[in-house]
């Protein structure tokens, strides 16, 4: 327990974290890989040259120092972050370097400002963070690898199947190349995998959504080939798996993991809103709701640019039609012409919050987006703003673990 001067010194450091939060970060990771390059191998480094590490990270280091005499308030934001540590292999030992790095990091940027009696008190209060943080995750390593079928760090499987779902995203089929039972999993987790990328110096570590419905011998994922624009280079590690990658291919694989996930102990109606390849867990929790027999009202809600980029839609289409309880709703930005003669959406542009109110969505319902963060973004706000409750509303980005918007965006944009 921290005594009550150390939270107090703690307290006072809020607003400078707000104001140099991302400097302290920038500092921190460049100070990490320097002294500890072999860290690449389970850092992001996409997403350390976009920046977003560093926020990710920024608004963890405020949350905490906001809450520190009430750390059971960040628990949540604990246990996301917790799921993607436990799939990367992060354990108790990284912490200490983390630590170190990061004081060392606030040192240098506030410079005179961090006196010794701040610097202390940050010590001591990293130390029970990172305890919550630890113990935390130790319980998630020990039910991953106590789970029927489970297995601790990364275990190989083999691609049985690859099959195009459109023009962008491919599903990948996998089994364990052992033959051994597989884990079980909660509609709307992830697998994380380390991939050896020949010319890589280091290992690529990424997380991909799984996207059918647990209780099979395999595992599907589906990844969309992030191409390059605008002067940003196409995604490394997708346009491996799309390319190069082909049946009979191993892999390396950590047990699955993420908090995103189903409640399927509710009998509340069920509104899944995604955008591009965020359908993918979606596509899980839909499939779980069919197999399992249940009866709730589900609506599924996808964005795409075009027929061509819309993975799943023939089977989404074909569950509705077959199920009376499940609706479909398409939204294309940039319809075809093929899309128009075939009447293959219900609506030609973006979601926004007045077609959003013209479809009626139940106040009751239970919400679940995942997409690329400004489409979450605006879809989270327009139904806030239609008085749907922040708690029915959960949501998956994929990137580092954020909040789509702060309490205080959240109540000028509502008044």
């Not at 690449?40 to 608004?59: C, M, P, S, V």
């Not at 965020?278 to 899980?284: I, N």
């Not at 580092?400 to 205080?408: A, S």
Request: glycine share 8%.
């Amino acid at each position: 327990m921290l005594d009550f001067k150390t939270k107090e010194i703690i307290k006072r450091t809020v607003p400078v974290l707000e104001a140099h939060g991302e400097a302290i970060t920038t500092r921190f990771y460049q100070r990490l890989f320097t002294r500890h390059p072999e860290l690449k191998n389970i850092f992001n480094q996409t997403h350390q040259r976009e920046g977003k590490q560093q926020r990710a990270l920024a608004e963890a280091v405020y949350a905490a120092a906001l809450h520190i005499d009430r750390l059971e308030e960040i628990l949540p934001v604990v246990q996301r972050v917790g799921h993607k540590h436990r799939g990367l292999g992060v354990k108790p030992e990284h912490y200490p370097i983390v630590g170190e790095n990061l004081l060392a990091a606030i040192r240098e940027v506030l410079g005179e400002a961090a006196t010794d009696e701040i610097i202390e008190a940050w010590e001591k209060a990293y130390k029970v963070i990172a305890d919550v943080f630890i113990q935390v995750e130790k319980d998630m390593y020990e039910k991953a690898e106590e789970k029927a079928g489970g297995w601790d760090g990364f275990r190989h499987f083999v691609i049985r199947k690859k099959i195009k779902e459109s023009e962008v995203i491919t599903s990948f089929y996998l089994q364990p190349e052992d033959g051994g039972p597989i884990a079980d999993f909660l509609p709307g987790q992830y697998l994380t995998f380390k991939m050896e990328i020949p010319g890589e110096t280091y290992t690529h570590m990424r997380h991909y959504s799984l996207s059918d419905a647990p209780g099979k011998d395999y595992y599907r994922i589906s990844i969309k080939r992030e191409e390059g624009r605008d002067g940003k280079p196409g995604g490394i590690v997708s346009n491996y798996w799309h390319d190069q990658l082909q049946e009979g291919d191993r892999l390396a694989v950590s047990a699955p993991a993420g908090d995103f996930v189903l409640d399927t102990s509710s009998d509340c109606p069920v509104v899944l809103i995604s955008g591009g390849v965020g359908l993918t867990p979606l596509v899980s929790m839909l499939n779980t709701l069919v197999e399992t027999g249940s009866g709730r009202d589900v609506t599924f809600i996808h964005a795409a640019q075009s027929g061509r980029h819309h993975g799943m839609k023939k089977h989404v289409r074909e569950l509705a039609e077959k199920h009376s309880n499940i609706h479909s709703l398409v939204c294309y930005e940039r319809p075809t012409d093929e899309d128009r003669q075939e009447g293959a959406y219900d609506r030609e542009g973006r979601i926004d919050g007045e077609w959003l109110k013209e479809i009626n969505l139940s106040p009751d319902a239970e919400y679940y987006l995942c997409g690329p963060a400004p489409f979450m973004k605006s879809i989270y706000l327009a139904l806030t703003q239609q008085g749907i409750s922040a708690e029915r509303i959960r949501y998956e980005i994929f990137g580092p673990t954020n909040e789509l918007v702060d309490q205080k965006e959240l109540e000028t944009l509502q008044s």
